[in-house]
């Protein structure tokens, strides 16, 4: 077997389990997953008529390159996202099986398996398979901290300069996991000229882009940035994005990459081999999804109001803030839950579920200790994907949970 699958880390939603065995919610509560972030709003009725008006695609192989059709599909949505002039289709966009099978891929087709002392840098909380696909590729991952007292920007300033000459590529993503927060154009500046000056390259996960809460300020997107600062044809810089949030179309297993033709050309080659080609039948669908934006308002439309009346009940009693977008609140629990506060992200995750029966996932489980601190520590994810009105219930029941251990909150801060 391969020895670097032995550097994996277990599964945060593995560790989430084995927090809970044991732990038993009252009977009369039905529980409720604020942990894990699958998107439950119900597929658009436009993707399962197309998905179902295609079956004959099944009886065909599929082009690993993508349909022509579904390219320019792609290629025209993110120009008028993102106020682009058109992306050439055939070479500057690949459909991709998802934003996590493309991240993982991509990671693969970039770095060099040879070179062992190459690192990729990583903000720090991260999605887990940024660490694990760095691993497996056989290079070092750096993690860089999002502080709460840095409002979650990630430190690029604190990466020594013998990192940076030795990075090969950076995973950014914005909106971010877990905390929602919106790279700025200044951030993207950044790291564009440290890209130019070390050559190393980055892949941008957008898989979150779609979910914001004003409809005037969409946010930010990679490509965007590196177009407001001329940099044509993106030098070293694919973005990742994704019908997964975008449509709550999770199991469609579609998306997209974009940018830099050099890198899309070697990595349409690594896709022959990997044997990743889309669905004929799942291109359709996405073609149908992509040139639709009426569906995607309506879920924004959902998730403000889940957002709005969630932060409205526990606020009072859990200081929240507003993410700039994805549906994630990043709670800091650390007042709520007297004893030893380097545990009180575990010990939250475990008594609400036991209390109230309802599920959210521990900081410190997508985070790593880095540089002395693990950023993740004392928050909890709550991923608010699911109905408005268990949005309500989970609200009030996390309500009546804190406001019970008021008490034994007051006694710990004044012993």
Avoid at 81 to 99: E, F
Avoid at 234 to 249: D, E, G, M, T, W
């Amino acid at each position: 077997m391969n020895p670097r699958l032995g550097l994996l880390q277990p599964n945060p939603f593995e560790r989430l389990r084995g927090l809970l065995a044991g732990a038993t919610p009252p009977a009369a509560m039905a529980p409720i997953s604020l942990g894990l972030g699958e998107p439950q709003h119900p597929t658009p009725e436009l993707i399962k008529q197309a998905v179902a008006a295609n079956l004959g695609g099944l009886s065909r192989y599929p082009a690993t390159a993508g349909e022509p059709a579904l390219r320019e599909t792609i290629a025209a949505w993110i120009a008028r996202r993102h106020g682009l002039a058109p992306l050439d289709p055939a070479t500057q966009v690949l459909p991709v099986n998802g934003s996590k099978e493309a991240l993982f891929s991509l990671v693969q087709g970039v770095l060099d398996p040879d070179e062992h002392d190459a690192w990729v840098i990583i903000p720090n909380p991260f999605y887990q398979i940024c660490e694990g696909a760095t691993l497996l590729a056989g290079a070092r991952p750096y993690f860089v901290n999002s502080l709460a007292a840095r409002g979650l920007e990630p430190d690029w300033d604190a990466v020594p300069a013998a990192v940076w000459a030795k990075t090969r590529l950076v995973i950014t993503c914005s909106p971010a996991n877990p905390h929602g927060r919106v790279m700025t154009q200044g951030e993207w500046k950044r790291l564009f000229e440290l890209s130019d000056r070390h050559g190393f390259t980055i892949i941008a996960d957008e898989c979150y882009s779609e979910i914001y809460f004003d409809e005037a300020k969409p946010p930010l997107g990679s490509l965007a940035a590196a177009a407001a600062l001329g940099r044509d044809g993106f030098p070293r810089l694919v973005s990742l994005s994704s019908l997964s949030k975008r449509s709550s179309a999770p199991g469609l297993r579609s998306g997209f990459a974009a940018g830099d033709r050099k890198v899309l050309e070697k990595f349409l080659l690594y896709r022959t081999y990997h044997g990743s080609a889309m669905s004929n039948v799942v291109q359709a669908a996405s073609i149908a999804a992509w040139n639709d934006e009426a569906h995607v308002a309506e879920s924004r439309r959902l998730y403000r109001e889940k957002f709005a009346s969630f932060f409205e009940r526990v606020n009072p009693v859990l200081p929240l803030k507003m993410p700039d977008a994805a549906f994630y609140f990043w709670a800091d629990v650390r007042s709520a839950c007297p004893g030893d506060p380097e545990a009180a992200d575990t010990a939250f995750a475990r008594d609400l579920y036991r209390a109230a029966g309802i599920t959210v996932l521990p900081g410190s489980y997508i985070a790593r200790d880095a540089h002395g601190v693990n950023p993740g520590r004392g928050f909890v994810r709550m991923a608010l994907v699911s109905t408005v009105a268990e949005a309500l219930e989970a609200a009030g029941r996390i309500r009546s949970f804190i406001e019970s251990r008021a008490p034994a909150a007051a006694r710990a801060a004044h012993p």
